[in-house]
């Protein structure tokens, strides 16, 4: 009921837009933003160059909204947009591709326990640089998963890959922290 739903008010969304209710598409930002965000921080270092992909993102949503089909929903078509422009644009440049540390270091809570502040900062340091050590696609499959919480199959329709290749990739980068994690902890 909730997919109907969906696909309801981004027809309703989508409409207006093209009717000319232009506050509709900020309504869209808004609603995205977090999403085109991660993709684009995950891959790209340098914060001029995330601020004008994610611009370039949204033109590009914009001039191509009369194109959307209705097909998934407008957020993951959005998202599909943002991560084929980083995707073009690393191709582009050969931009070096970044980790997740931001995310992750601005998520730490605060322990009244110093002792097991400092455990925390540490564990999280080395999740941190394994994270560091993960292909680019991993990166971005651990950040679309666990970060953003969207499903295989919407993570599927961003990156235009099968649902099982997913699953595979995800398994894989698990097992490569996983394992880095172990080898920090063995030595």
Do not use: C
């Amino acid at each position: 009921m909730s997919n109907i739903v969906d696909h309801l008010s981004d027809k309703v969304i989508v409409t207006n837009i093209l009717n000319g209710n232009i506050q509709g598409f900020a309504a869209v930002v808004a609603n995205t933003e977090r999403l085109v965000t991660q993709i684009v921080r995950k891959m790209i270092p340098d914060e001029d160059d995330q601020k004008d992909l994610v611009q370039d993102i949204y033109l590009k949503a914009y001039k191509n909204l009369s194109s959307f089909q209705f097909k998934s929903k407008l957020s993951t078509w959005i998202g599909n947009i943002a991560y084929n422009t980083t995707i073009n644009y690393l191709q582009k440049k050969r931009v070096s591709i970044v980790g997740i540390e931001s995310q992750i270091e601005n998520s730490i809570v605060e322990f009244d326990n110093s002792e097991m502040s400092t455990i925390k900062t540490e564990e999280l340091d080395i999740l941190v640089k394994e994270i560091a050590k993960l292909p680019p696609l991993y990166k971005t499959l651990i950040t679309l998963y666990h970060l953003e919480e969207l499903p295989n199959k919407e993570i599927a329709e961003i990156t235009n890959l099968p649902e099982g290749t997913i699953k595979s990739y995800l398994y894989r980068a698990r097992k490569m922290l996983k394992d880095g994690i172990n080898y920090h902890y063995k030595n």
